[in-house]
């Protein structure tokens, strides 16, 4: 018993900031989407019947989806050359990682739309060119939201597959290698595979991180792509009907909590034999 | 092989596969400064069973990976049946090899594992299957064949990765401490399954291990490494009784090495001075050196000088009973300590610490080292 109080007395006041700073919020949402303006389901019933909404949740998913699916496939090569390369190009690799993080998001999408505008460098060069006679429209769609949300989220998932990748013993590729395995089969059935894991863990990170995202679509997207965290945003500072934003929040937190519980099921090692 | 040896499991369905000869000429390893390996020469012959021993970080491992081609010597040639293979990559040697730790497919059942080199090989799916089931019989793994390596034991999963390993008749298997995370009494089980393996197969067997009582069962032949450099080569009864050099009769068993005051040659032998004690010793083939060297076993007790052979007085200062045996420590007059190992019905009635005895052995138990 003494044993376990003790870290329990300096998790407390972390717990206590948690709690206070996340659970409070949370049922304070969950009871202003069943009490506004009125006590009831109604907000949960609107929310899932309005083909505003529900388009609005199915473009994020399908931005996720893509999203999730660009960054964690960059993301594996990206570590793949971190954690298995030279030491020059481990260095060169970490300072590329590590950057991102001192810029802050505003600053990456606005430096994507000088990029990728219809004034902007890569139009510009490509039409004085000549390859292209009319600007190449890559912002203000969801081809720029996905441009920049994979950007931003490629350094989260290199973590978990760096993880994965540092801790495959490497005797296990000497073996296959030493079987007559070449490099691509041993990368395709051996290595791959085997950081499989830090994969799925890499994707919902991403996914789960992308779903939240606000900032970027919104200047990306130029109110186009409305993603469903700004949807949330304009239903309780604009429009203003608070209940309606709460109930699609808690919708999103449920949807993002059964696919956790779904992934952290399939992610644990299986005890079939 | 003799007629009357009743076949075991696999000797039927294995066929011999064309064992490899392989050469090794002045093979040297650095890493950065440091020297892991220094001028190896060493052949292993056809079927042959050679163990590498060595105190740790005497290079053994590296030899290994040099052999199978993970690692590059920095100088030095390699052969395989006579071709050059110093540039061949370690997928076109294709030697088996067998990991410490096993180095398993943890995503894959023990029957993909055991399959991944025959896929590789590009065989038909039912040579697959039949030569998956012989594997998993040969190891006795039968009914195993679908469970993860996660769900197996130790001792099973070292079976898996041995069945791996063979499964496509590799000209040569490396195997690097392979029973090192076994406990005693499995690994007596999987040396009698090893040796029984290595007879079935007849493929060319290099193994590495720390264990001494394993490389002497096991080997064909024995190579003793130490600072990277090979100290001697030979059969495990050669180098048990005809050390090389000191450390190799120091590190293999135990021995007592004395100090020689002078050495002088008369008649083909050699006779020495042992703190005033005149002893002979033979020479074969050797030159004398200022130490000579003698098994514990090799040594026998006397309570008055023997007429024959090499005796020096001792007392006696312990003995331990050690059922058929019992280990004996002495004190030579000027203070160099003895052991003796003697069968226990030898050892004169009423023998206490303090004795004063005669340690004698015969002129050609003593090397010089
Ligand atoms: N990649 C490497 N870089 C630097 N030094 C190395 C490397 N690999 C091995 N060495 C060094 O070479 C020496 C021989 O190592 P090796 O692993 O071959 O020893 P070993 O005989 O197998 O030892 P053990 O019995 O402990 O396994 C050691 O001193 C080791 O530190
Ligand atoms: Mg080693």
């Known amino acids: ?273 | 092989m003799t007629s009357g040896r009743v076949a075991s499991k696999g000797s039927q369905m294995l066929d011999k596969v064309t064992a490899g000869e392989i050469g090794a000429e002045g093979i040297g390893k650095t890493f950065g400064h440091f020297t892991a390996l220094d001028g190896i020469s060493l052949t292993v012959g056809r079927g042959e069973f050679l163990t590498l021993l060595g105190p740790s970080g005497s290079g053994k491992t590296t030899f290994l990976m040099i052999l199978a081609g993970f690692e590059a010597p920095t100088s030095g040639r390699l052969t395989l049946n006579g071709l050059d293979v110093t540039r061949t990559t370690a997928e076109d040697r294709g030697f088996g090899m067998v990991f410490q730790g096993y180095a398993l497919f943890p995503h894959m059942s023990v029957e993909q594992n055991i399959a991944f080199p025959l896929k590789v090989q590009k065989r038909s799916a039912a040579q697959i299957r039949a030569r998956t089931d012989e594997m998993i019989e040969m190891v006795g793994l039968g009914g195993h064949g679908h469970k993860k390596p996660a769900a197996l034991s130790g001792g099973q999963q070292q079976r898996v990765a041995l069945a791996r390993a063979l499964a496509y008749e590799p000209p040569v298997l490396l195997l690097d401490e392979p029973f090192s995370a076994l406990d005693r009494n499995l690994r007596g089980q999987m040396q009698d399954e090893m040796r029984r393996i290595h007879r079935d197969t007849g493929t060319t067997f290099v193994f590495v291990t720390h264990d001494q009582e394993e490389a002497l069962a096991l080997s064909t032949r024995v190579a003793i490494f130490n600072h990277g450099r090979l100290q001697q080569i030979a059969t495990p009864r050669e180098i048990y009784d005809h050390p090389d050099n000191r450390f190799v009769a120091e590190f293999l068993g135990d021995i007592n090495v004395l100090p020689l005051a002078s050495v002088v040659m008369q008649e083909g032998a050699a006779q020495a001075v042992f703190e005033d004690v005149p002893l002979r010793v033979a020479l074969d083939g050797r030159d004398p050196t200022e130490a000579v060297a003698v098994r514990p076993e090799h040594m026998h007790l006397a309570l008055a000088r023997p007429a024959e052979g090499n005796a020096i007085p001792a007392s006696v200062r312990e003995i331990v009973f050690l059922g058929a045996e019992t280990r004996l420590t002495l004190a030579s007059p000027g203070g160099q300590p003895l052991v003796l190992s003697i069968p226990s019905e030898a050892v004169p009635a009423g023998l206490v610490p303090g004795a004063e005895v005669w340690v004698g052995w015969p002129e050609d138990k003593g090397v010089f080292v």
């Open chain 1, 1 to 273: 018993m003494r044993n376990l109080s003790k870290p329990a007395i300096l998790l407390g006041p972390l717990l206590v900031f948690l709690c206070l700073t996340y659970v409070v919020p949370f049922l304070g949402i969950l009871r202003w989407s069943v009490t506004l303006p009125e006590p009831g389901l109604g907000q949960y019933q609107a929310a899932l019947s309005d083909p505003l909404i529900l388009s609005v949740f199915w473009r994020t998913l399908r931005i996720c989806a893509v999203v999730t699916a660009v960054s964690v496939a960059a993301a594996y090569v990206v570590t793949l050359l971190w954690v298995r390369g030279g030491p020059v190009q481990r260095l060169l690799i970490e300072f590329c990682i590590l950057i991102p993080f001192w810029i802050s998001v505003l600053t990456r999408a606005f430096g994507w739309l000088a990029l990728l505008s219809n004034k902007g460098l890569i139009n510009t060069w490509l039409q004085s060119l000549g390859v292209l006679s009319e600007p190449l429209s890559m912002v203000r769609n969801e081809f720029g939201v996905i441009v920049g949300m994979s950007h931003f989220l490629i350094p989260f998932a290199v973590f978990p597959l760096a993880s994965a990748m540092r801790n495959l013993d490497e005797r296990v590729l000497l073996a296959a290698r030493g079987m007559g395995a070449g490099r691509q089969r041993v990368f395709w059935t051996v290595f791959l595979p085997m950081t499989l894991p830090g994969v799925l863990g890499a994707a919902l990170i991403v996914f789960v991180f992308a779903l939240g995202f606000f900032v970027t679509p919104a200047i990306l997207g130029g109110g186009r792509s409305v993603m469903i965290a700004e949807l949330v945003y304009l239903r309780i500072f604009q429009s203003p009907n608070w209940g309606l934003g709460a109930a699609i929040s808690v919708i999103l937190m449920a949807g993002v909590a059964l696919l956790m519980g779904a992934l952290m099921r399939a992610v644990r090692p299986g005890d079939k034999s």
